[in-house]
């Protein structure tokens, strides 16, 4: 039989040590040596009671929150049915012999001193202590604590749906010791480090996962998507690393090149064996692609182009594997036939031989030590005249035949200039992705620190977890609901990328476009959030955040600068609403004009405006209503107001510019919408009861979180009134402290190896 405190009574007599200990959720070493010493010391207890009392100061395993207070309930119950003991002995003998006799007079004074020995060397104080407990009190904010409501498991398996194989496969390697992370500041060790780690990715076939199988791929898109994003709970440097090589590098030949390129290339590139680059950005061009200044001449004589850097801020800047490891780049430049500028295409450029030795024409520095990811060489590299041979264009897109004219198979410049720029969508899902990652690792370090962080009290009484107040729960739940949210949406633009049509393409983009920006913003306040709320520890680089925050900062910027991309996804929202009514007819439009008649009729009632009911609240059709609304009314008036700017004699370039804030609106209205959208989508597809409940919660927090955000908003519409906004503000408090008790379970449910969540969920963090 187990021996338990409730079959072996005698062993209670440590109960009311053991709870001390115990007490501030965290076991000192100091506590734990001098337990351990006198557990081993007593002859009275068996080996097999010693080993069971040892458990009990494991000190990774601490007491569940139940057992603990059913330890709380013996002192209790000792303390209320017998008179005031003098020191924690005769309180756990009380507790021991509560039953039956477990001891005599005569054990006593055997086992006396010793007892009196342990609580010295602990420096209790017995009485101040004994005190303690009896005025201790009960409430709700201290009996607010972590219930597992679900299967975490069965969220787990939600959440990583088809792709749970290769994401379990991603998270068993960055648990191995190979993959423990680099201390060293000096930024060479970290680049050398990151490249190994590469290195091992690219050994178990994950770096052409993307890849044609006839070139040594898996024909994976997804599946590489969900590497990048898991490895993002390890080194950010490694994913971007990754993403460099595999994602930017490789995939430019795969979706600019052609047969030709593939067949010399791909299979080096996923073995890195062939380390390379994307060279895009310029110095002064980095939004504008269009505007590149490298150029790529083409001499027919000798097919060749020659690559050119006409003046020193065209340099190429920033890129990724440039600075040490690089061998080859793709290079984006305006080809030049002629004299004639046949804008910008992407050549195949060697920069460095297989002795790492720069080549003739390049000049490469290093970009140096940056804010975060220093563990990725980013380079600024100049050509000077540097020739390439013919076949290095890559030509799926455009070319020179063989009488040295250019041809493309398509004819429009702008749409060809848009359609080889697809190839950075891929990026722009990859990224929000892995910013995503970073988020969910901050958010489970904080939510996990706050459930065992102990701070302030009633009078008399014990302790609270930070997470039990209302403030702390109010600064992270929202943005763990976030989470959940942007994961949902994350994976409809993932199946729509890989399931797209051409006529889809230009949505794809604005939304990937959009959701970047989305998602990395999400991530700097996430972040920002999380570490306050872990106070001091969350300041110690042990603890991960600050290396999270710093490595994801430039998340907002590359890719496309979030403003910029948001203004791309608002324009075309703009040129959706104006083909809806380029295409309406007199009827079609009088019926949109009668939609909006009835919205107002219905939505905009005095009922519907005050209306404060819960369930009202928590209507899925009174949140769809609302996104959509705010969302169709920015776009209107933002056409109209640019409408009546170029109608008042403005320049479009001007008017354009008056409304880039309008166009912020526009794009964070259509992706709040759209993240909504997925997340009602999601709650139908979900068949577990626990688990849906769970979720049912995380939206609603979702939903009406962002309605207060926008309250100012409804509340000029005449969409919704005073007391509705404030019964939102309120719902969204008492959200919050019902999330409370599922906050750790759903963060486990991320299933984040416990080697990339910081020192500061470990009981080693807590002795400090």
Not at 556 to 583: C, H, I, P, S, Y
Request: proline letters at 3%.
């Amino acid at each position: 039989m187990d021996i338990t405190f409730n079959n072996d009574p005698k062993l209670n007599i440590v109960l009311p040590v053991l709870y001390l200990a115990w007490q501030d959720n965290t076991l000192t070493k100091k506590e734990f040596d001098t337990l351990n010493e006198f557990i081993n010391k007593q002859e009275w207890i068996t080996k097999a009671e010693k080993e069971f009392l040892k458990s009990k100061i494991n000190l990774t395993s601490p007491p569940s929150r139940s057992e603990f207070y059913h330890w709380k309930e013996r002192i209790d119950r000792a303390l209320n049915e017998h008179k005031k003991p003098q020191n924690l002995t005769e309180l756990g003998l009380l507790i021991a012999n509560a039953d039956r006799p477990a001891f005599t007079d005569d054990d006593i004074k055997k086992i006396a001193p010793s007892f009196a020995a342990m609580e010295s060397e602990l420096g209790i104080m017995s009485r101040e202590v004994i005190s303690g407990f009896q005025s201790q009190k009960n409430t709700l904010t201290d009996k607010h604590n972590t219930v597992e409501s679900f299967d975490v498991k069965k969220l787990t398996s939600l959440l990583d749906g088809s792709q749970a194989a290769i994401i379990n496969k991603v998270k068993e390697l960055i648990a191995t010791p190979e993959f423990a992370f680099e201390t060293s500041t000096d930024i060479m060790v970290y680049r050398e480090r990151v490249l190994e780690w590469s290195k091992i990715l690219a050994e178990h076939g994950l770096g052409s996962y993307a890849y044609p199988k006839e070139h040594g791929g898996k024909d994976d898109i997804e599946g590489y998507f969900s590497i990048m994003e898991t490895l993002s709970y390890h080194d950010l440097s490694l994913v971007i690393k990754f993403g460099v090589q595999f994602g930017l590098w490789g995939m430019s030949i795969l979706s600019l090149g052609t047969e030709k390129h593939y067949a010399k290339y791909l299979k080096s590139v996923g073995t890195l064996e062939l380390p390379g680059g994307f060279a895009m950005t310029e110095t002064h061009h980095g939004s504008n692609v269009k505007g590149v200044q490298t150029t790529a001449t083409y001499n027919h004589k000798d097919r060749t182009f020659t690559i050119h850097t006409p003046e020193k801020y065209a340099r190429k800047e920033y890129i990724g594997n440039a600075a040490n490891h690089g061998e080859m780049v793709t290079v984006f430049a305006k080809l030049v036939i002629d004299e004639k500028d046949y804008g910008v295409n992407a050549f195949i450029v060697p920069i460095r031989s297989k002795d790492k030795n720069v080549l003739e024409g390049v000049t490469i520095e290093d970009c140096g030590h940056k804010m975060g990811l220093n563990g990725v060489d980013n380079g600024i590299i100049t050509f000077d005249k540097v020739v390439i041979p013919y076949e290095n264009m890559l030509d799926r897109f455009a070319q020179v035949n063989e009488k040295g004219e250019f041809e493309s198979p398509i004819p429009s410049d702008n749409r060809r200039f848009f359609t080889m720029l697809g190839t950075l969508v891929g990026g722009r899902i990859g990224i929000p992705r892995s910013a995503l990652a970073a988020a969910k690792t901050g958010i489970t370090i904080a939510i996990k620190y706050g459930n065992k962080r102990r701070q302030f009290g009633p009078e008399g009484g014990s302790e609270v977890p930070i997470l039990n107040y209302r403030m702390h729960q109010q600064r992270l739940m929202p943005y763990l609901a976030n989470a959940y949210a942007i994961h949902f949406g994350l994976q409809y633009l993932t199946k729509r990328f890989i399931n797209r049509t051409e006529n889809e393409m230009q949505e794809i983009e604005a939304l990937a476009a959009g959701m970047k920006s989305y998602s990395s913003w999400n991530t700097r306040n996430t972040l920002q959030e999380c570490r306050e709320a872990c106070g001091g520890k969350g300041y110690l680089s042990e603890n991960r955040i600050d290396d999270l925050k710093n490595d994801t900062e430039i998340y907002t910027t590359f890719e496309g600068d979030n403003t910029v991309l948001m203004q791309l996804t608002a324009k075309n929202r703009l040129g959706e609403f104006r083909k809806q009514f380029g295409e309406m007819n007199v009827s079609s439009i009088f019926s949109y004009v009668l939609d909006q008649a009835k919205t107002s009729i219905t939505e905009k009632n005095p009922f519907a405006t005050r209306n404060t009911d819960e369930q009202h609240l928590k209507d899925r059709s009174f949140h769809l209503n609302a996104f959509l609304y705010r969302e169709k009314e920015i776009v209107s008036s933002g056409a109209r107001r640019f409408k009546k700017l170029v109608d008042d004699g403005l320049d479009a370039f001007d008017a354009a510019n008056v409304m880039h804030p309008h166009m912020l609106q526009i794009a964070d209205a259509y992706l709040d919408r759209v993240f909504l959208e997925q997340f009602q989508n999601q709650l139908d597809l979900v068949n577990d009861t626990g688990v849906k409940e769970v979720l049912i919660r995380l939206y609603n927090l979702f939903a009406l979180n962002k309605i207060e955000q926008h309250k100012a908003w409804y509340l000029e519409q005449g969409y919704m009134e005073g007391v509705k906004t404030k019964a939102v503000r309120k719902l969204v408090s008492q959200l919050c402290w019902e999330i409370r008790q599922d906050a750790v379970p759903l963060v486990d449910a991320f299933n984040i190896p416990e080697n990339c969540l910081g020192a500061i969920v470990t009981n080693k963090a807590a002795e400090a």
